[in-house]
C-alpha cells in the first residue's frame, strides 16, 4: 500500500527556514507526481507546489521566490525547502500523489511562524 510520511514541521521565527520531507514508500515513486498543500485554521487545504517525475516543478504565487520543491528518486522522498517564512504561511503541511485515480495523502506535518 501506498505510504507518505512527512516530518520537518516545527517553531520558526518570521524570516527563518525550514525544510519539510515526505518519505514514500509502495509506489513506484519516479514516475509520480508529487505535491505539497497545506491548510491553515478555518481554511480550504491550498496546493503550494507540485513536481513532476521528470522534475517540472510549479508553484502558488504566494509562495514563488521562497520555496522550492525537490524530489529524490533514489530515496522516494520528496522535500519542500522553505525560506524568508512569514506568519501566513502557518499550516499543516500535507504530501500528496495520485495514482490509478486514488488520492494519497500523508498524516501532514504543522508549520508556525511567529511574527
Known amino acids: 500500500q501506498v505510504q507518505l510520511v512527512e516530518s520537518g514541521g516545527g517553531l520558526v521565527q518570521a524570516g527563518g527556514s525550514l525544510r519539510l520531507s515526505c518519505a514514500t514508500s509502495g509506489m513506484i515513486f519516479s514516475s509520480n507526481t508529487m505535491a505539497w498543500y497545506r491548510q491553515a485554521p478555518g481554511k480550504q487545504r491550498e496546493l503550494v507546489a507540485v513536481i513532476t517525475g521528470r522534475g517540472s516543478t510549479n508553484y502558488a504565487d504566494s509562495v514563488k521566490g521562497r520555496f522550492t520543491i525537490s524530489r529524490d528518486n533514489a530515496k522516494s522522498t520528496v522535500y519542500l525547502q522553505m525560506n524568508s517564512l512569514k506568519p501566513e504561511d502557518t499550516a499543516a503541511y500535507y504530501c500528496?500523489?495520485?495514482?490509478?485515480?486514488?488520492?494519497?495523502w500523508g498524516q501532514g506535518t504543522q508549520v508556525t511562524v511567529s511574527s
Open positions: 500528496n500523489t495520485v495514482g490509478l485515480g486514488v488520492a494519497y
